[in-house]
């Protein structure tokens, strides 16, 4: 089976300051990972590059065997609309309505009838239990609430992957679960995702790998009862131990 994302020697640095180098790695369809590390590790970084919201120096992110680095411009618009992102911020539009919020990518990017973009936003607002709040304005929203909006807002382009670029960060402790129950809703439907958190029970109970990124390159890729139990590399075993 080849594949869905495949990363050949990717190199991110800005000027002088290598951020991460010859990074390889592979996901395969319905993968979760978890992309662990300390801070200041590049992971974010790393993640953006997958979707080319930052440029790689040099490398290839290859989806479905076409190379995100060195698409035209036009494919590369194409190719983006497979790959979903969630940030730690929601992002959202403050100045539209959730719903036009979730619609609009669809409708705008994918052509999407406005009545069918709008059937599946409701249809995914049930899913997470905020069909109510289609008509609201994102000011009126707890963080909770937010971050699962930008969920649905990935989802509605029927992507083949999700990044979340640490989707609890900004979250009050209390709302930090509802959000994570979404996400292993995804998880148990076989939705492909790459997930840099900080939560390492949800990253042990819910990934296939994790990849731990330290010192600008991944040092691990371990099964999480492997890299839990038994980490091979002193930076991991070092990490897990503020973490734990």
Request: charged fraction near 25%; proline fraction near 5%.
């Amino acid at each position: 089976m080849e594949p869905m994302i495949k990363i050949e020697n990717l190199t991110k640095q800005f000027k002088d300051n290598v951020i991460f180098k010859d990074v390889n790695a592979e996901v395969y369809k319905g993968n979760v990972i978890s992309l662990l590390g300390p801070s200041g590790a590049g992971k974010s970084t790393f993640l953006r590059c997958i979707n080319m919201l930052g440029e790689p120096t040099s490398g290839k992110i290859l989806l479905d065997g076409k190379d995100l680095v060195s698409s035209s411009p036009k494919e590369l618009i194409k190719l983006r609309t497979n790959i979903g992102m969630v940030f730690q911020n929601f992002n959202l539009f403050d100045n539209k309505t959730i719903l036009d919020n979730i619609t609009l990518a669809p409708i705008k990017v994918k052509g999407m009838g406005k009545v069918a973009a709008e059937e599946k936003a409701h249809s995914l607002l049930k899913m997470v239990g905020l069909d109510n709040k289609s008509d609201v304005y994102p000011n009126s929203l707890s963080g909770g609430q937010s971050q699962r909006i930008a969920i649905v807002r990935a989802l509605a382009m029927d992507p083949e992957v999700i990044l979340f670029d640490e989707p609890t960060s900004a979250l009050d402790p209390e709302k930090v679960g509802e959000v994570l129950e979404v996400m292993k809703e995804l998880a148990k439907q076989d939705m492909t995702m790459i997930i840099v958190t900080h939560e390492m029970e949800f990253a042990k109970s819910v990934s296939d790998e994790i990849w731990f990124m330290d010192d600008g390159k991944i040092q691990e890729k371990q099964a999480p009862k492997d890299f839990f139990e038994n980490p091979q590399t002193y930076n991991a075993k070092r990490f897990l131990s503020k973490m734990i």
